[in-house]
């Protein structure tokens, strides 16, 4: 294989430019059809961002036999299905976050690789951005030494202009969505801990739902003990008043300790009672450095960078917060 021919199921919002662009400025790759239920809204997708193929029936594109590898960018309600297929017909996938449903689903994928021998990636992107990278590098360079623990709140009002917009607000539906938007927001933050602070030894929540503006919850907390003795605590509230937003994630360490929004592109880092800023351009394509990766994976030049048994672990920890029995 020489070249990552892409088609994309389920050409949404998330598409238009977060990621679907990319896959065209990508070196080794290129999006050769789309799929969308909607064959007007696909058509019109494929117009717009010259894709010379497309689809309303996801079997078709997925049995194109130009398409060596998809991206499946639907609700997660369909990523397992859609996964499961992409693989027996041997292609590799790359799935949107969250991976699927549950943890439960997210071991079939990976079953369903082992069984298939295909390869699978996880778009947590946020693992190749250079301002996570550069809190990762900070913190094993113990720029604030051992770190003691982390605190980490995402406050939203009803309607969050964080959320991606879409026709219906599946996000709320916990049949589609899995849960609420703890679950479309969460998966993004969990994996970042996971990414910086390794395994999970024990970890307790709950969630509930307060303000009656859907049936999901719309308030989780989250307690996280790594097995590097890392603490973590984490509260998703999305009740807040208008104005009363925050998006911080906290890591205290022994000799200072770094701050940033999980949703923007700035870290501020503490040594010594000095402060320092560090700020990031951002991303045209917010997946287009993931994507990268990706595609030297599958090309079979470097490493996985976010794997099946990664994206298990956020939703292990998002089903114990949320008491999702399996």
């Known amino acids: 294989m020489e070249k990552i021919k892409w088609g994309i199921i389920g050409c949404g919002d998330v598409t238009e430019k977060k990621s679907g662009p990319a896959f065209n400025k990508v070196a080794g790759s290129e999006l050769v059809a789309v799929m969308r239920r909607d064959a007007a809204k696909a058509a019109d997708y494929a117009k717009r ?121 599946w996000r709320v539906d916990p049949v589609i969505s899995g849960g609420g ?7 993004h933050q969990l994996d970042l801990m996971v990414y910086f602070f390794g395994e999970v030894k024990e970890a307790s929540g709950f969630g509930l739902n307060q303000g009656g503006f859907y049936e999901a919850d719309d308030l989780v907390t989250g307690n996280i003990l790594f097995k590097n003795k890392v603490v973590f605590t984490g509260t998703w509230c999305f009740t807040v008043a208008e104005g009363g937003q925050q998006d911080i994630c906290t890591i205290i360490g022994s000799e200072g300790k770094i701050s940033f929004p999980v949703f923007s592109s700035e870290i501020t880092l503490t040594q010594n009672g000095q402060v320092e800023k560090l700020n990031f351009e951002p991303l045209a394509h917010v997946q287009q450095p993931m994507i990268a990766k990706v595609v030297q994976y599958f090309l079979g030049r470097s490493p996985n960078p976010c794997s099946v048994q990664d ?16």
């Open 311 to 326: 994206a298990i672990y956020s939703m292990e920890l998002m089903d114990t917060f949320t008491q999702k029995k399996e």
């Open 181 to 187: 938007l703890f679950h479309d927001l969460a998966p």
């Open 49 to 169: 961002h010259q894709v010379p193929k497309w689809y309303s029936k996801a079997d078709e594109l997925i049995n194109d036999p130009e398409i060596n590898a998809i991206y499946i960018a639907t609700p997660p309600l369909q990523h397992e299905e859609y996964a499961v297929k992409a693989m027996a017909a041997g292609k590799p996938v790359y799935v949107e976050k969250p991976i699927s449903l549950s943890a439960a689903s997210a071991r079939r994928i990976l079953e369903a690789s082992k069984k298939y021998q295909q390869k699978v990636s996880v778009a947590h992107y946020r693992r190749q951005q250079p301002v996570f990278l550069k809190v990762k590098e900070l913190l094993e360079s113990k720029a604030i030494g051992e770190v003691r623990f982390v605190d980490l709140q995402m406050l939203q009002p009803p309607k969050s202009n964080l959320i991606a917009s879409s026709e219906k607000n």
